[in-house]
Structures are given as C-alpha cells and as structure tokens.
C-alpha cells in the first residue's frame, strides 16, 4: 500500500487554514478588480520550454526547484513554478497583445523543489498581477498601488516594507554589467561555485546570491544607481514620485536586483520581519522584453506575485467561519418539517445546520459545536400550534415565536 503521508512539502488546506486562505484571495481578488485586473487561469502545467525560456537556464527556478516530467506521448512539461510565464504564454498563443493593454489577475498553486520549512513549501499558493502593453510609469506606479492597497485591505500593510530599485533600460544594464563583471572577476576567488558560473552569463545573479562569501563581495560591488543614463534616471523617479503621491511609503534598495536580461527599470518587494527566516512577501517589477525574448511581439509590462500562506500567516486575526442557526427537531417526527423548514430559511438567507441525529440533548451539542447563534426547536406541541422555539444561544433567551413570523424574528441571527 503507497504511503498515506502528504508529499513533504504539500498541505492539506482545512479550517482556519483554509479560511485564511480563502480571505486572502477573495481580499485580493476584490481589490485587484477595484484597479480593472481581470481574472485568468493558465494551466497549471505548461511545456518545460515555457519556463526555460522565461526564467532563463541559469535561475535557481530552472536549475533546481523544477518539478519536470514526460507524460505520456514524451512530452516535456513542467509544473508552473510561477505565473508570470504562463500569462506571458496565454498572450502570444491566445494573439491577444492586441487588445492591450492587459490586466490580469490570478490566484493558484505554484511548485518548486525546495527545502520545506515554515512559509517556504513545494506546493504553495500566489496571488499576483500582470499589467502587460504600458511601457509608462504610471503603469509600475498603479502595479504596486494596487499591491499596497490588498495588503491594506488584508491589514498587513503595516507589517511590511516596501523596497524598490530600478535596474535601467537596456543601455543602463550593459554599461553596469560591465564595471560588475570586471569587479567580480577582480574577486573570483571569493565567489561561490555557483557564482562564478553565472559571471559570464548572468553576472546581475550574483547580486542576489545568498551564499554568505558572495555577500560580503557583493556589499563592496559597484551599485546600479551609479552607472543609469538620464531616461532611467527619469523613469524612476517618475515611479517614486508616483508613490509618494499617493502615500505609498517605500525605501530604496539598490541591491535589489532581477537576473535576467528582461528585467528593466523597476524592481520591488513587500518584506516583512515577521515570518522568521521568510522575508518576502510579495515581489514584482517591469519585464519589458520578457514576452519578445519568448517569440512573441515587443510588448511591455510589469507586475508582482505574492505567497498566499505568507500572507495569510501575516493575518493578525484568523477569520470566523459562518455562525449559523440550527434547526433542533425535537424528536423523530418532527425531522421532515424540519428538513422543510431548514430549506425555507436558507432560501431566505440564512445559514442553517440541521440537527441530524440522537436527543435532543445530543442535537443540541451538535448546535453549540457548529457555533450556532441560534437554536429553533420544534417538536410535535410546537407543529400542532405552528409555532417554533427560538433559543439565542449566545444570551440562552427563549421565546415562542409563530412559524409565519420566524423569518422576520431570525433577521438579527443573520
Ligand atoms: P524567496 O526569496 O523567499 O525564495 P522568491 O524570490 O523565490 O522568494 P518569487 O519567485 O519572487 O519568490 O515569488 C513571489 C512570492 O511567492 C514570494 O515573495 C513569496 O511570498 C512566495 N513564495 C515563493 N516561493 C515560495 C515557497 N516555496 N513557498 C511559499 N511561498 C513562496
Ligand atoms: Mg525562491
């Protein structure tokens, strides 16, 4: 028999992890759409090509945390890592660059091959969205509005800092590559192996190694800031402004940096000291030739991701599920009209748990352990004279109300 354990890494979402969960998507969805985000939903798995073409082959992502198999017919697929490859896939496969510019929206698991502890997982949840079409910077200043705006919402935004870089346009980046990769070069001794692979083809993934021998290199290495022509200069100030604004409050950090060539201009994350080892929270920017480099047109855009368990752990108070009333049937013959009643009262809008079984002693525990706000008993004597017994159970008030009154009654249960 296979091992009934949860694969390491995967979990199961149930009660209040589930209604955390569920609060930060509903939250995000609401708010995304507040900013003309639609929703989409890409495939969960897409072709391997897909993600290397995106991520690039020397990513952490593509190296190492892939889940990649061969289905059936030989195919090479790839379990999405994350989403921005996917809806950059949906609008060269779907034409829809010309209908830009695009808002999208999505919420969905992700999977990556990592080591599993607290808020880093191998099946785990994003939000994010993708602004696809506006090479402008009000498109990266309203990206992060709306960012900010659901952590708002969700009551973390106080819980996080929000750190921003540019990384320049195309010239920018190839004069800065060059003073980086000659100061590394200069260093390469002190460089991890990996880093030293990366010098030739991805010098700018250094700067966000996490091997701690790179880090004391990279904190002497020249900054980006330094070596940005006058348009980049402009485009990022234009985005600061923007926040400033609208009261976005934000820190520089000009090590904060994006591996890959298509990354451009604006680079952000939302961190957060309260989840230990895990310090990123949600984290976007503008991947301007992103959708080009995958064989589609030259179309702009920018966006972030966000981890949904990250989120939902920051969520100081876990949300209640529904309180619902009960309907108690006091006795077997009584449980038809209670079925009845159950039913009518949910088309009218309430949530209702139906005591299924045992005396009433036993309905009325299954009442208290459902959270019921409210017990309706009715038995034999009440039908006869078509009334109900009300019982708040919050107060343990009682009061005999008429069956044709009780909707008007339960209005304060709802
Ligand atoms: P980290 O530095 O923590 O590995 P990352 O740079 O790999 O994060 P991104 O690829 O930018 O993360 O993904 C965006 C967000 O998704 C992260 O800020 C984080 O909230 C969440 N996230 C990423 N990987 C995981 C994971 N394995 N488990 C849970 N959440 C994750
Ligand atoms: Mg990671």
Partial sequence: MAN????????????????????????????????????????????TEVFKRTLGDTSDIVTKEMYSFADNSGENITLRPENTAGVARAVISGGLAQHA?????????MFRYERPQKGRYRQFHQIGVELIGVAEPLADIETIAAGARILDALGVLGRTTLEINTL?????????RAVLVDYLRGNQAGLSEDSRKRLDRNPLRVLDSKDEGDR????????FTDHLNQ????FFAAVCDGLSLLGIAYVRNPRLVRGLDYYCHT?????????????AVMAGGRYDGLIAQMGGPEIPGVGWAAGIERLGMLLTEAPQALRPVAVVP??????QPALSLAEDLRRAGLAVELGYRGNLSKRMKAANKAKARAAILIGEDEL????????????????EVPLTALHDHLARFR
């Avoid at 004391?216 to 900054?223: H, S």
């Avoid at 348009?231 to 402009?234: I, T, Y």
């Avoid at 006869?384 to 009061?399: F, M, S, Y």
């Fill in 168 to 176: 320049g346009d195309g010239d920018s980046r190839a004069a800065y």
């Fill in 216 to 223: 004391t290199i990279v904190a002497g290495a020249p900054l």
């Fill in 4 to 47: 009934l354990q949860p694969v390491r890494g995967t979990h199961d979402l149930v009660g209040e992890e589930m209604r955390r969960h569920r609060q930060v998507v509903e939250t995000a969805r609401a708010t995304a759409g507040l900013y003309g985000f639609q929703e989409i939903a890409t495939p969960i798995f897409e072709f």
């Fill in 231 to 234: 348009g980049s200069q402009d």
């Fill in 101 to 109: 510019p695009l808002k999208f929206f999505y919420a969905g698991p």
């Fill in 330 to 335: 006091v006795g077997v013959a009584a449980e």
């Fill in 384 to 399: 006869k004279r078509a009334v109900a017994t009300v019982r708040d159970l919050d107060t343990g008030e009682q009061a």
């Fill in 267 to 279: 680079a952000f994350e939302f961190t957060t000291g309260d989840l230990g080892a895990q310090s």
